[in-house]
């Protein structure tokens, strides 16, 4: 009994010590963990980086523009015919005056005939008519009345050399032809459309602007274009007109400018961005657009700066800094407030930053930051 009752404390006692023996273990282990993990210092963080510039912007204000060709027409004959004749290509220059289209005029053409002999015996009758009344033997009611055959024979034959001109359709102006509608054969009803003539050099661009903008406008003024169908390529023009009235449901006034259009790449109806610019200049202080952290809260950048470690050994680190922007430009933006130039900052890899972090620069896979950026395709 003894035995059994010193067997029965033996064995709860070994497995106190068992346990406590393990819980001594890992608490060693847990706290050698503890003391790594605070002495553990994480790598630094890739990013690009990019100086905070000072430069001068001149002022501008941008715009959606469509082209409007200097002068067009839609070309359509006056009388009624059949098309005889078309001597014009789809699509080519055309000089003004040329003769587009020949409508048929045979009819015409032999009252014409019948017409000047009717006049050349009237201007006959006419001259005997005279010379009768320098002789006075006839009346002058005679006289009156073979001036008035002889003008309506004239008329007549005007009346007839106008209608047959009129079956020649002509180029109002020098441009260019868009494709044809008729063809030859075809019976020509009167103000039925032919083709659309377009003057295209030079070229206008109109476009809405704010009326708080009228303070500034003027006759003249700079104005820059590009179109998104030839990236790269830029206009330069300028203001030739402002219309009188603002449109009273949107408060814009519509404006008017003309750009050299020599070599016919612009065409009528296409979209263009427009800059109205200034011609004063104002200094900016300037970074990547990619810099900003952009939130509700404010927007913010990170400002990389040389701080010393525990070890007193430099490194880099970053600070988060709110910022106040102001007018865009292509790929940087204006800081009005935060940031003073040649100061640095992290221009992408900001998203996974927090304050005091350390950082390593790597400019190997920078992108260029470009006032006019062009995609490139490839």
């Known amino acids: ?8 404390i033996a064995i709860p ?23 790594a993990s605070a002495a553990f210092t994480p790598p630094p963080e890739s990013v690009t980086a990019a100086t905070v510039q000072k430069a001068e912007w001149v002022d501008a204000r941008q715009a959606i523009g469509t082209l409007v060709a200097a002068r067009g027409v839609t070309l359509g004959s006056e009388l009624p015919g059949l098309i005889r004749g078309i001597t014009f290509e ?48 006839n009346a002058a009611a005679d006289l009156d009345a073979a001036e008035a055959r002889a ?31 008729v063809e030859l054969g075809q019976v020509l009803a009167a103000g039925a459309p ?20 009228l ?24 203001i030739t007109a402002i219309n009188p009235e ?18 016919g790449r612009l065409r009528p109806g296409m979209f263009a961005n427009v800059e109205v610019l200034s011609t004063e200049k104002h200094p900016v202080v300037l970074l990547p657009v990619t810099a900003v952290l952009f939130a509700p809260y404010g927007d913010t950048v990170f400002v990389i700066e040389n701080k010393k470690d525990a070890e007193g050994k430099e490194r880099l680190t970053v600070r988060q800094q709110f910022v106040r922007l102001g007018e865009r430009r ?38 260029k930051a470009q006032l006019a950026p062009t995609p490139q395709e490839k």
């Open 246 to 263: 603002v449109d009273s449901a949107t408060r814009n006034v519509k404006v008017r400018a003309t750009f050299p259009n020599g070599d």
């Open 194 to 213: 032919i083709a659309s003539l377009q003057s295209v050099t030079p070229i206008h661009a109109d476009f809405w602007l704010p009326q708080q903008a």
């Open 1 to 8: 009994m003894k035995t059994k009752t010193k067997l029965w």
């Open 90 to 137: 789809s699509g080519s220059a055309v000089k003004k005056g040329a003769v587009l289209v020949k409508l048929d005029t045979s009819a015409e053409e032999a009252q014409l005939k019948s017409a000047q002999a009717d006049a050349t015996l009237a201007r006959v009758n006419l001259e005997r008519a005279r010379s009768l009344r320098k002789a006075e033997s």
């Open 330 to 367: 292509g790929d940087f933006t204006a800081v009005t407030e935060g940031l003073e130039p040649g100061e640095r900052v992290v221009s992408s890899g900001a998203f996974k930053l927090r304050n005091g972090m350390a950082v390593a620069v790597n400019e190997k896979l920078a992108p």
């Open 151 to 181: 003008k309506q024979a004239d008329a007549a034959v005007a009346n007839l050399e106008a209608i047959i001109a009129k079956k020649s359709i002509r180029a109002p102006f020098d441009g260019r032809i868009s494709i044809r509608e």
């Open 215 to 238: 303070a500034d406008l003027r006759d003249g003024q700079k104005v820059q274009l590009r179109t998104d169908t030839f990236p790269g390529a830029q206009w330069a023009g300028e």
């Open 13 to 35: 006692l070994g497995l106190v010590l068992a346990a406590g023996t393990l819980g001594g273990v890992k608490a060693a282990q847990i706290n050698a963990m503890i003391k």
